[in-house]
């Protein structure tokens, strides 16, 4: 018989494990906690959704839809496509569920994204997003507010080389001039520009000013800034902006050349990107969309959003770590390995093991193999366990606990009464 061929995960995905994943999960609690302090609630929409919405929201000309969706047609003929983005998928729920009749709508999401492109790190085929949509606010100040979430979020985790860059991309009545100016200069230079540029110069030429690719920079660099060519009112809402990040105490810097890859930006546009990331160094983008909710058969409603990238914010955290030596993200030890040692202790560790998960916030660890203690100990490091409940036959027979604080290397001995009274003085000691 031959032996069966390891299945491995899809080229571009990733499998999150222990003790990683404890990282994700304090991460996202964080994320929560920020979005419900502000005001938002979360939404949850399905992982697929009609092409349509995607071809209609985020647009055709785009490399979204052009070439970087996953795409298929299931059993009833319909065309699906997992979720690339999450924007257009929210407002589908918002108009679907009639959540605008109730007012303006803050949302907050946390989940995944699929993009067909190259793998490398921190862009995956499936990544992962946290980001917030504020539906029914023309307001300035709702941009500032958007900004101010995802600026309290990266320095609440300790992020530093941080730099949000701001920029305003006017609206349907200004931005066709700077689309025309955009064409006639790079049109005139258009041998020199990368294939990928050639190809939007006519479709959708502001996404050329977003090319990392170094034969587009120097053509990028003299190209006419969007400022100029901003109507009264998308001048007035930039400045208002910054007005209000300034009162909120949120820096930023003015980048005239800062464009998103999706077509249904207006007005302010940002973004805060990493020095620790190199030449892909976005980690939050995003920026107010005001006529996408009617795109998609909604009533004009104006909206403001931005996505986070998971996977990229935990490279920036682990980074800072490599260099500091320390753990923001709350990945020090915590918890309790319970070491019976042997049948004996294994069995009267059962009823405490129970009392303990039923009483501690934390986690109650617990191996069940014979192993001896040095064993012991290099599963509770592996688990990051602060505490050690050492049980054998010589504290059996003495009627005591070892608990050793596996931090500091300290150590006390614990009466063995009941379970209830042990996981009370536990729960009192390890809070």
């Known amino acids: 018989m031959t032996k069966a061929q390891k299945i491995a995960a899809p080229r571009g995905t990733e499998d999150i494990l222990p003790p990683h994943s404890a990282r994700w999960s304090a991460l996202e609690e964080r994320m929560r906690a920020l979005a419900t302090r502000f005001g938002y609630g979360e939404i949850r929409t399905p ?13 055709e ?41 109730h007012g303006p709508q803050r949302l907050f999401y946390i989940g995944s994204i699929f993009r067909y492109e190259r793998p490398q790190k921190g862009r995956l085929r499936e990544a992962h ?16 507010e958007v900004i101010a979430l995802a600026d309290a979020l990266l320095r609440e985790m300790g992020v530093r080389d941080v730099t949000l ?13 700077y689309r025309e100016a955009l064409i006639a200069h790079f049109r005139t230079n258009a041998a020199r520009l990368s294939d990928d540029s050639r190809r939007r110069l006519e479709v959708n030429p502001l996404r ?6 170094p034969a587009d920079r120097a053509l990028i660099a003299s190209a006419p800034r969007q400022d100029a060519f901003l109507c009264e009112s998308c001048r007035a809402h930039v400045t208002q902006v910054r007005a209000a990040l300034e009162a909120s105490g949120v820096a930023y810097e003015l980048d005239p050349l800062l464009v998103r890859g999706i077509d249904y930006y207006t007005r302010t546009v940002f973004e805060f990107t990493a020095g620790s990331l190199g030449a892909q160094n976005a980690v939050c983008g995003g920026g107010r969309y005001d006529d996408l909710v009617a795109q998609l ?18 490279m920036v955290l682990e980074a800072q770590e490599s260099v500091n030596a320390h753990a923001p993200l709350g990945a020090g030890r915590r918890g309790i390995q319970v070491i019976p040692l042997g049948e004996r202790a294994r069995s009267a560790a059962l009823p405490l093991v129970a009392e303990l998960r039923r009483r501690l916030h934390a986690p109650v660890f617990v191996d069940y193999a014979d192993r001896k203690l040095l064993a012991h100990f290099k599963l509770a490091d592996r688990n ?36 209830k009274d042990v996981a009370a003085m536990l729960a009192e000691i390890t809070a």
């Open 47 to 59: 992982t697929f959704e009609s092409t349509d919405l995607f071809v209609r929201g985020v647009g």
């Open 129 to 144: 997003q946290f980001g917030v949509e504020c539906f029914g606010y023309a307001q300035p100040e709702a941009d500032a």
């Open 208 to 213: 050329i000013l977003d090319s990392k690719d």
């Open 384 to 419: 990051r366990a602060r505490h050690a409940l050492i049980l054998g036959d010589d504290e059996l027979e003495a009627g005591e606990l070892v608990l050793r604080d596996l931090e500091d290397r300290t150590e006390r001995r614990l009466p063995l009464d009941s379970g």
């Open 165 to 177: 860059r701001l920029n305003s991309v006017g609206d349907a009545r200004c931005r066709p001039r």
């Open 297 to 314: 058969g909604g009533p004009p409603t104006p909206a403001v959003g931005f996505a986070l990238g998971i996977e990229r914010l935990l």
């Open 61 to 101: 000309a785009t490399d979204i839809v052009q070439k970087e969706m996953y795409t298929f047609t299931d059993r009833g003929g319909r065309s699906l496509t997992l979720r690339p983005e999450w924007t257009a998928p929210v407002v589908r729920a918002v108009l679907e569920h009639n959540l605008l009749a």
